[in-house]
């Protein structure tokens, strides 16, 4: 994949562009634009000089290897910026506003230029060892509950008899809680006896709960240690649900997200305000895309996982596609 020579795709078409965060890794992610881009290749290179073993951790498991928490971190953002890169490169407009999904919101920034592609894969990398570290396995669960709304939820979570928050408002109908074992168990059944599911998530530890604050407090050490740029576009951040203000912000809003619940629905919301006309994610797997088309009905959004997806993603809305390019918000572990 190289520079179209016939120039711009999609002129005047308002972009937002999406990053996944965990549960969307699967090994060979980012091996296709690797080969096929020069500027994904230049991008992965980087990546993995910063972080070595990253591409092999990628392009060739084990799974298992590419699921630890401090493995899928930096792969995920490894895969975006990539995806991104060459969408660039085909002609791709430059987007006006960027958001990611927790980690996700680190590629956000690299795609804004705001963060390198180093400093985001070695923060990702620290980022996913402390939240491995701050509570012992097996102590600390998480959970995805449907059919329910957030304030029964929090009510729920509130009468759980211990450490039981909602971490992610990800679309209508699916709230994830995070916390102790114990009491995110007592959370699911009491969401079934009220009609709701509960589905467990098969995780390392208890992400975006308060059990995750030495993990904030050491990330907040090697966030003050990098330099964030002025973004070229809007980041729509997790914790606020409203574009960083000034750089400045984005260490303090990084580290807070930590413990602080993912706002997706209200960013994604917030995203629509700004009148995008098309969503793409970038990277891996198409969760985001499902969410998008549950929180704002009829929205264009596709995913571009690959160079295939990439190309759909480029054509303009009124050209037959090749593919589906559905989401499916339930097939993958968000959180």
Not at 18 to 37: I, T
Not at 156 to 182: F, H, K, M, T, Y
């Amino acid at each position: 994949m190289t520079s179209d020579p016939s120039g711009p795709k999609l002129a005047g078409t308002r972009i937002a562009a999406l990053f996944p965060g965990q549960g969307s890794q699967s090994v060979g992610m980012g091996r296709a634009f690797y080969d096929g881009s020069e500027a994904a290749r230049e991008v992965l290179d980087r990546a993995d000089a910063a972080l070595p073993g990253l591409l092999g951790w990628m392009f060739d498991g084990p799974a298992d290897r590419l699921t630890l928490t401090a493995h899928q971190q930096p792969a995920l953002v490894a895969a975006g910026a990539a995806a991104y890169a060459a969408w660039r490169e085909a002609g791709g407009p430059e987007p006006i506003v960027a958001a990611g999904h927790s980690l996700g919101e680190f590629t956000a920034h690299v795609a804004a230029g705001t963060l390198s592609v180093e400093d985001a894969v070695r923060l990702v990398h620290a980022r996913g060892t402390y939240m491995q570290n701050a509570v012992p396995e097996g102590e600390g669960a998480m959970a995805a509950i449907l059919k329910l709304d957030r304030d029964v939820v929090e009510a729920l979570c509130a009468d759980a008899g211990g450490v039981a928050e909602v971490a992610n408002v990800n679309a209508p109908g699916q709230i994830v809680v995070s916390g102790r074992a114990a009491p995110v168990a007592a959370v699911a059944a009491e969401a079934k006896a009220r009609g709701g599911r509960a589905v467990p998530l098969k995780v390392s530890a208890p992400f975006h709960c308060s059990l995750m604050r030495p993990a904030a407090e050491r990330l907040a050490a090697d966030l003050a240690e990098v330099r964030f740029g002025t973004p070229a576009f809007d980041v729509v951040c997790n914790v606020t649900a409203e574009p960083l203000a000034t750089p400045l912000d984005a260490p303090r809003l990084l580290e807070a997200q930590v413990t602080a619940p993912v706002l997706w629905t209200e960013s994604v919301e917030r995203i629509a305000q700004l009148g995008v006309d098309r969503w793409i994610e970038f990277g891996a797997g198409k969760v985001l895309t499902g969410l998008v088309t549950r929180i704002v009905p009829g929205a264009d959004a596709r995913p571009a996982a690959d160079p295939g997806g990439l190309a759909e993603a480029l054509r303009p809305s009124d050209a037959p596609t090749g593919r589906d390019r559905t989401g499916d918000a339930g097939s993958e572990e968000i959180r």
